[in-house]
């Protein structure tokens, strides 16, 4: 038997793979395990990424006191089935009892429903669909940062009252851009205004927006409305400058964060409106959970991702302590626990979540300052405009939660 | 693809002892791959990992029995894959059909879609053939990215897994597990029974001499097409059963990646043998769910394995044990 | 499908092709007639910033199918491989550019605090020589070391081997970078645009076109005009002949390899400011590419040309008319072509 290099190579590799196979996990028995899953490489990964998984580790150091806790996290590529793979597993081999994150919405709502048919607790941050409290509300989920109604309610409604009666969308061709072009669309109409037209492109995975510019352009339209986020919000804007249609036309980003406004540089995106449920520069308590936040994950500001995160963990571990640790693998029972008592910490104040599942936060509407305004890096919002915790986004009666009792 | 050393084949004509055509050799590996199939989940892996390898392996079985057995190497068979995926998950979720309906509604798909694709395709061979097989596919991923039926980027989500003929229900992970493995062992086995009977012995002809084999009488695109509707039936199968298994039917399914990553199992496990592209569909999925956590690790190693296999290794894994035992696997 | 000829009398034969253009303008008549001239024109006009617009970039996205089937098509012509790695360093010379551009970025990503002073970032008018040139060496490399082993074996092992060299060089490139795309700015000389009145027409990009078209054209003059052309071609058609006529085949293939990804390079940096500079971008265009390779004939670099020219203003076509069929025109057309004239339109044999 000639044992040549082929063979061993063959061999090796099959022998190595079993090692690979997984096998069914068997966790510490008071183990509390998060489970951070959102992009980490694609066009949302400087938005939430490593910096969310920093914020609940921030929220462990301060809450964990007498409770084991781990953190893991994982990359979902802006893929559902991925996603959603990826935390049947987690639950299924790697005893993980909470699922944090999970931004971009089809994800969201795939992992969504792994874990109402697993009975695990569900905090979503980063999405923004309205389905998450509305059809497809569960008893494990809890939505805790912003919503698509709530961007289009504020910033919507806010430019149209300016001045900008015409609009032109340009959407990301999946659950996230389509209901926010739709609640969008609600509010300009609403004000009076007109949709004279929008381009539907694929996600993720589009970078050269110019022919929908173009499209934009000849339609007669005096609004651009992005319903897009993160890489594609920005490239939309540099290609718009690049193509002049910034003279004729206003810009009204429906979804940006504050590492957006960095990203483009003060000289592009002065005078942009956008909203956000927190602002690390708002008041003292923020201004001081910021710097706590910043001596674990310098690189940034937090945003209303790692804030929401960051509330939304302290709130849980807060939970679980107080009814057990053994109980934490009840996810309706905890979610329903953490909805009787409002949360409290420095990044939101105090936060009642709804019934379906919905965190009750403010939103601010933001204008970004002019280079001459701002008097330092993350020194970039002015804010003009609250709306209370309670009155911002979809109100519970017409979110058709089946939770909800009429 | 006759470019290969093809190993000898020791065929051993037993009246008794004749497992389903396997030779010696082969029905010890059938009954090896049955023990592991049956013992596994129980020893402690995942059952879901396990039952994403059999829809591969199926997948992967399917597109083996084009090129190895026929010769045509199609670079699109995520088409057939994907858009079954589709249908099964449709109409379980809205038509209420039973896992069984659902999985065959998805293998009628592959077919159909095969018979359209095979008809365009199969006058053409060798590079041709795939960039045909290819070009088709991209169309069916840009159809399946903007109809309304598949939900595009979200796919088709929460697809409930039903009861098996109305009565025993598949939401338990073990009881789905029965119903892929069975189904995976019923297909495999019509594979083999196929290439192993008169119609396979003609499609060896085919492989081997077209142009004799035309001037004996064969009409060989015929063949070739059933052939391919064939693979393409079985393809469907597998991709509906996966998408019954996961719960959900996204647009990677139909993506031409996906086509790739099924070449690459074959290639890897054997192109032409029995068993290479079930053992290749196990490594790669395997490799696939132990890098996953390294980010796009998992890319850069299977156009690594690529690269060897094509330079060093074309007989794939299967291949070169048969080579070693000087039988055919 | 020749021309009738009835029994002992020849006349000119009717090539099939013309037979079916003659069809389609008897169709097209008589749509016309049916419907009327100013329904048709109604369905026809649009306006001119949308039209002219969508023309242009349909343009600019035909330069990009030009540059990159005229490599593939130059390499399937004297190394029989289908080079599947084309989009891959396409990708890698646009990346290339934008390293050189902001090197402190990445040398940060490998130890922080490293870093180089200004005088020595490289603007995008060197990249345009320095960056094919590097690719074309690392082409050079490959082929002695990789490439050379596959002129033995059957074209399909030509087409797995260079699938999976791509998906080693886009995960290599997706994992120091992720998948989101690293902005590149446009060259001070080329920013801003002009107002044409019925357009709005930004200077980078009708750069692109020209561009484009001058090294399209320069390469076809080489190849077909000149003599290390001639020699080129000669190889093609009888390498074994040439050789015993003194030329240095084996360097005359391995340079030709470093060529075409060169011009691949090229086109990446010429897309780094337009698509923002991204490890997908390769797969995005190698399909269609692919696509306009077969329908201009495997091996042909007038087809190349013109195909993807032809078919980038196709596109921008049916984005004004149809928009939901502009990704999959391009490959219906190929179809087309595939099924009535296999070697491609301007092919030679099958």
């Known amino acids: 038997m000639i044992l040549d290099r082929r063979t061993l190579l063959g061999t090796t590799l099959a022998a190595g793979s079993t090692l690979a196979l997984p096998r069914r996990g068997r966790a510490q028995s008071n183990t509390i395990k998060i489970g951070v899953l959102n992009d980490q490489s694609g066009p949302y990964r400087d938005l939430g990424g490593m910096h969310s998984v920093n914020a609940a580790k921030m929220a462990i150091k301060e809450m964990g006191a007498g409770l084991n806790v781990e953190v893991i996290s994982a990359d979902h590529q802006n893929k559902p089935d991925i996603g959603a793979g990826i935390v049947r597993q987690w639950i299924d081999q790697d005893g993980v009892d909470m699922i944090l994150d999970v931004n971009t919405s089809s994800v969201a709502l795939a992992v969504n429903g792994v874990c109402k048919q697993k009975n695990i607790s569900y905090i979503n941050n980063g999405a923004g669909t309205t389905d998450l409290t509305g059809p497809q509300c569960t008893p494990v989920t809890i939505h805790w940062g912003y919503d698509v109604y709530m961007l289009a309610q504020s910033t919507g409604g806010a430019l149209v009252k300016s001045g900008g009666k015409n609009w032109y969308f340009i959407t990301a061709d999946y659950v996230f851009g389509q209901q926010l072009q739709r609640d969008a669309s609600f509010f300009v109409k609403k004000e009076g205004g007109q949709v004279t037209g929008a381009s539907m492109y694929p996600f993720p995975g589009t970078s050269d927006f110019s022919s929908f510019l173009i499209s934009a352009q000849s339609s007669g339209a005096d609004v651009l409305g992005l319903a897009n986020a993160g890489a594609d919000t920005t490239n939309c804007i540099k290609q718009a400058a690049e193509f002049g249609l910034t003279q004729k036309m206003k810009i009204a980003a429906l979804l940006m964060y504050i590492n957006d406004v960095k990203g483009l540089g003060l000289e592009a995106a002065q005078g942009l409106f956008l909203t956000e449920s927190f602002y690390w520069d708002l008041d003292d308590k923020s201004r001081a959970f910021s710097k706590r936040f910043e001596e674990i994950d310098p690189a940034v500001k937090p945003n209303m991702d790692q804030a929401s995160c960051y509330a939304s963990t302290l709130h849980f571990l807060k939970t679980v302590k107080e009814m057990g640790v053994d109980k934490r693998k009840d996810g309706a029972a905890v979610v329903a626990q953490m909805k009787k008592t409002p949360a409290q910490d420095d990044a939101y104040g105090t936060t009642h979540i709804r019934e379906d599942g919905w965190a009750q936060v403010p939103a601010y509407l933001f204008q970004v300052k002019s280079p001459k305004e701002s008097k330092g890096t993350w020194d970039y919002y002015k804010l003009v405009q609250t709306t209370k915790a309670g009155e911002a986004g979809k109100p519970m009666s017409e979110g058709g939660c089946p939770l909800v009792k009429s | 693809m006759s470019a290969t050393t093809r190993p000898r084949i020791v065929t051993q004509h037993r009246a008794s002892l004749d497992l389903f055509g396997f030779s010696g050799p082969q029905s010890i590996a059938f009954l090896v791959m049955l023990a592991l199939i049956v013992v596994l989940p129980y020893v402690g892996i995942y059952p879901v990992f396990m039952m994403k390898v059999l829809c591969f392996a199926l997948f992967a079985c399917a597109f083996n029995l084009l090129i190895g057995y026929v010769g045509l190497m199609s670079f699109g068979h995520a088409a057939f894959f994907g858009m079954g995926g589709y249908v099964a998950a449709w109409t379980v979720k809205n038509w209420g059909f039973t896992p069984e309906l659902g999985i065959l509604g998805a293998g009628l798909t592959g077919a159909a879609l095969g018979v359209v694709f095979g008809g365009l395709a199969i006058r053409r061979q060798g590079i041709y053939f795939a960039m045909i097989t290819l070009a088709l596919a991209q169309m069916v991923y840009f159809f399946c990215l903007q109809a309304p039926f598949t939900g595009g980027e979200d796919g088709i989500q929460q697809v409930p897994r039903g009861n098996l003929f109305g009565l025993i229900s598949m939401r338990p992970d073990m009881a789905m597990y029965w119903l892929v493995a069975v189904n995976f062992i019923v297909f495999f086995l019509v594979i083999h029974r196929t290439v192993h009977s008169p119609f396979g012995q003609v499609l060896k002809a085919i492989r081997e001499n077209e142009p004799r084999a035309t001037s004996l009488g064969y009409r060989t695109d015929d063949y070739k097409l059933i052939a391919f509707v064939l693979s393409c039936f079985i393809a469907g199968i597998a991709g509906g059963t996966k998408s019954l298994v996961f719960g959900i039917a996204t647009l990677t399914d139909v993506n031409y990646s996906m086509s790739g990553e099924v070449v690459l199992m074959t290639l890897l496990g054997g192109l032409g043998t029995i068993f290479g592209p079930v053992a290749g569909a196990a490594i790669i999925v395997g490799l696939e769910n132990y890098l996953a956590q390294f980010g796009a690790w998992v890319t850069v190693t299977q156009g690594a394995i690529f690269v060897v296999c094509v330079l060093a290794f074309r007989r794939g894994i299967i291949g070169e044990i048969a080579a070693l035992f000087k039988t055919s696997l | ?350």
Request: include cysteine.
């Open chain 3, 1 to 350: 499908m020749s021309g009738a000829i009835a029994a002992g009398r020849r006349g000119p034969a009717v090539p099939g092709w013309a037979l079916w253009i003659g069809a389609l303008l008897v169709a097209v008549i008589a749509v016309v007639f049916l419907v009327g001239p100013a329904a048709v024109w109604a369905w026809l006009y649009k306006p001119p910033a949308l039209l002219l617009g969508q023309l242009l970039l349909g343009l600019i996205n035909g330069a990009f199918y030009a540059l990159l089937s005229l490599g593939l098509a130059i390499i399937f012509g004297m190394l029989n491989i289908i080079n599947f790695a084309h989009g891959a360093l396409f990708m890698m010379g646009a990346f290339i550019a934008w390293m050189l551009l902001t090197p402190n970025t990445w040398l940060a990503m490998i130890s922080p605090g490293l870093a180089v002073p200004d005088w020595l970032m490289l603007g995008y008018w060197p990249s345009l020589i320095v960056v094919p040139i590097v690719v074309g060496a690392f082409g050079l490399f490959l082929e002695k070391t990789i490439i050379s082993r596959l002129y033995r074996l059957d074209h399909l092992y030509g087409l797995l081997l260079t699938f999976g060299l791509a998906l080693v060089i886009e995960g290599l490139f997706r994992n120091a970078f992720g998948s989101s795309g690293m902005p590149y700015r446009i060259p001070n000389a080329l920013q801003g645009g002009v107002n044409l009145g019925f357009m709005f027409m930004p200077y980078y990009r009708g750069w692109v076109v020209v561009a484009a078209g001058v090294v399209c054209l320069v390469t076809w003059l080489v190849i077909e005009k000149t003599s290390l052309g001639a020699k080129l071609r000669a190889a093609t058609e009888n390498p074994g002949l040439v050789q015993a006529f003194g030329v240095n085949v084996p360097r005359m293939i391995s340079l030709t390899y470093a060529g075409g990804l060169a011009l691949a390079a090229f086109a990446g940096v010429l897309a780094a400011p337009i698509y923002s500079v991204n490890p997908n971008m390769g797969s995005n265009f190698i399909i269609t590419v692919f696509a306009v390779v077969v329908i201009g004939g495997m091996g042909s670099i007038v087809g190349s040309i013109v195909t993807g020219f032809g078919l980038g203003i196709v596109e921008g076509l049916t984005k004004v008319y149809y928009p939901q069929a502009s990704a999959t025109v391009i490959f219906v057309i190929m179809v087309i072509v595939l099924l009535m004239r296999p070697a491609g339109l301007f092919g030679k044999g099958s």
